[in-house]
């Protein structure tokens, strides 16, 4: 019995997990989309995309920071004028070994801010999702939804309470105003098409207020910023011997 265990090397155990994850992740994904979907596109259930070794490998770097690399979508020539839904968004940076953006600390969130800013960027995708789906049932931690219940999906990282300053940042990038002239998030397209407004973005002065976050319905196109994913690259690194990434 021993010896079955000792076969079963850290790597092996870590790939299993890793896999069980990924496939958890992605029936999540599925079942969260599909209300969405059923209201605004005849898709069928969608997916969680994986990694594709060739285009991690030969991934855009347009800037790194912190040993992470990022591109904007409309700096890449393959996604130049694409707009896309969030989890089209996330799909398209994970098949990249990436991820959408996930803005943890001040620091990044000026960068990206910046970027935004320089290039007159409209909106942006971020990995930023509310924990509203099948698995955050029976989670006090996560109540009340609109303060404690965002998360970035790229790590799985909790976001700060909504309506604080972060720790060690010294605003609240929420903005203060929005379609009903209220701190974000609003959850403001509930009231319009009953569609909740789970996904993270940026909005560059949309309601004249800077550059700043939005909780917006997933459904909606836009351009994105993609982030490295360690999990991912590291999955391609074990499964593809002698890989450069
Ligand atoms: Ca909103």
């Known amino acids: 019995m021993v010896d079955v265990y000792q076969v079963n090397n850290d790597i092996q155990m870590k790939l299993v997990l890793f896999i069980m994850v990924m496939t958890w992740l992605s029936i999540i994904n599925a079942q969260t989309t599909s209300h969405e979907t059923r209201l605004h596109s005849n898709r069928p259930g969608r997916f969680l995309a994986l990694p594709v070794p060739k285009k991690c490998s030969s991934r855009p770097k347009e800037f790194s920071y912190r040993g992470h690399n990022y591109f904007l979508s409309s700096h890449v020539a393959a996604h130049k004028n694409q707009k896309v839904d969030w989890l089209d968004a996330r799909n398209a940076c994970r098949e990249y070994c990436m991820d959408l953006v996930s803005l943890e600390t001040q620091d990044e969130n000026n960068m990206i801010f910046r970027l935004i800013r320089q290039n007159n960027v409209p909106y942006i995708w971020t990995s930023g999702r509310l924990c509203d789906f099948k698995g955050c049932e029976n989670r006090p931690d996560l109540e009340p939804k609109a303060l404690h219940g965002w998360f970035w999906s790229a790590n799985r990282e909790k ?11 010294e605003i609240n990038p929420w903005s203060q105003t929005g379609h009903k002239k209220q701190r974000q998030p609003d959850n403001a397209e509930f009231d319009i098409t009953k569609t909740t407004e789970s996904c993270l973005s940026v909005l560059n ?10 909780d917006v319905a997933c459904y909606h196109e836009k351009p994105f910023v993609c982030e490295d994913s360690e999990e991912l690259l590291k999955y391609v690194e074990t499964t593809n011997r002698g890989i450069r990434l």
């Open 159 to 169: 976001i700060a309470p909504t309506s604080r300053i972060p720790t060690g940042w």
């Open 205 to 214: 002065n949309v309601y004249d207020d800077g550059i700043a976050w939005h």
